[in-house]
């Protein structure tokens, strides 16, 4: 079983061959960072690390090569939450910290890690693409666009959480990222753990998207486990979007 000291070695082994330098290790229990590393080439890319294992290293504990218990384990993961707001609490010169509050931000405008990872490299930030996803349809579009629908262009929570049977020919805001794209035109789309099958008509799906859509039908299709589900089948009336 893995004891801290090999999962240690084990990560340290990992980062030299992505490219990082280790700059110090710290085993047993000895107090100060487990692991910092450094991405060579990039000074500025600074990795602070608090390692645990699944046993404990010392051979006078009684857990030694034996599974840490449930009431070992909550305090492991105390120690570590506790290390990382230590780090995030300190001032590194040159270094930019991503903090879990960055993190939470980039999964309030849909987006997985890895893609929040690429548009953080290439500048963006969680608030610039809020933005752009929330950009406002403009108003000359909107009173045409309200003319579509019985009750106008609608708030978005009624459609992720109205009946689906209930809200057909009606008229919503919509928010969300291509899950799969099925044709040019047509993708499924995701908005938290709902999915919406999108048809642009005769433009292409965009990767990112900010919509007015009407409901028209329910889609069907098979998951991959043989599951046949029912999804909301949206026309989509007028929309800004991206792919990057």
Known sequence: ??????????????????????????????????????????????????????????????????PFESADIRVNTAEA??????????????????MVAEAIEWRKVELNPQKAKKLSQNGYTPEILGKYLHYNISEKSRIELEKQGSKGIEDMRTLLYGNIYNLQGRCFEFVGQRLQS???????????????FLDFGNSSAPYVVQAAVQVFST???VTNMGTINKIPWLVVLSYSGSNF
């Open 219 to 221: 889609y069907t299709y």
């Open 81 to 98: 939450l506790y290390k990382a707001a230590e780090v995030l609490s300190r001032k590194i010169e040159g270094h930019k910290i991503f």
């Open 1 to 66: 079983m893995l004891t801290e000291d090999s999962v240690i070695d084990a990560v340290c082994s990992m980062l030299k061959e992505h490219g990082y330098e280790i700059q110090q290790i710290t085993k047993g229990r000895k107090p100060g960072d487990d692991i910092i590393a450094i991405k060579q080439g990039n000074p500025t890319r600074q990795l602070i690390i608090e390692a645990k294992g699944e046993t404990s290293g010392e051979n006078e504990s009684k857990n030694y090569g034996k």
């Open 182 to 196: 099925l044709s040019k035109t047509t993708a499924l789309y995701a908005v938290g753990e709902n999915i919406y």
